[in-house]
């Protein structure tokens, strides 16, 4: 008598059998390769992204002007609690139930914020470009030196091969 196998088994051999040999995974590796994974992953990313600590922070939302005067009043009425997420669903769950003429302050705030963080930006921006000209002016008369001790050198060089020659 044959044995068989449950349509579960098959498919699951199938799946395996479509990824390539590397991919295969069997039983508790299936998380210790996916943790390097995303390791290498974040790692790359790390590297690539270098933030100028000077440069102004974006403002925030409405939401989260709200949040800020929320906080203090939830944590005056529910002194126990300590979990950051129960706060923020509480928040979440007031600023769904507010009216537009509710959060208008809020939204006022907000716009007053990010209109000074735009003029913030416009000014780190024109310090940006302005020391971004300044190091290019370095490195152009730096390189020139450079280029023309190195032409120098070339010249007296073919100078001295056309000596030898004769």
């Known amino acids: 008598m044959k044995a ?14 479509v990824k390539p040999v590397e991919d295969r995974i069997i039983g508790k590796r299936k998380a210790a390769i996916r943790a390097d994974k995303s390791n290498k992953k974040r790692a790359k990313n790390v590297t690539s ?12 939302t409405a939401f989260f002007v709200f949040l800020e005067e929320f906080r203090i ?17 509480a ?7 507010m009216s537009d003429a509710e959060k208008a ?4 705030k907000a716009a007053k914020r990010k209109s000074e963080y735009e003029k913030l930006m416009e000014a780190y921006n024109k310090k940006q470009e302005s020391s971004d000209d300044e190091e290019e002016v370095e490195s152009e008369t730096s390189k020139s030196q450079v280029n023309d001790k190195d032409d120098e050198e070339s ?3 073919e100078e001295e091969e056309d000596e030898d020659d004769d």
């Open 4 to 17: 068989t196998r449950s349509r579960a088994a098959a498919r699951k051999d199938n799946k395996e059998a």
């Open 155 to 157: 010249e007296e060089d």
């Open 49 to 60: 992204t270098k933030k100028d600590p000077n440069k102004p922070k974006r403002p925030p």
């Open 105 to 108: 302050p809020y939204e006022a």
């Open 73 to 89: 009043i939830y944590k005056q009425e529910h002194p126990k609690v300590k979990a950051v997420s129960a706060v923020g669903k």
């Open 91 to 97: 928040g979440g769950e007031k600023w769904k139930s």
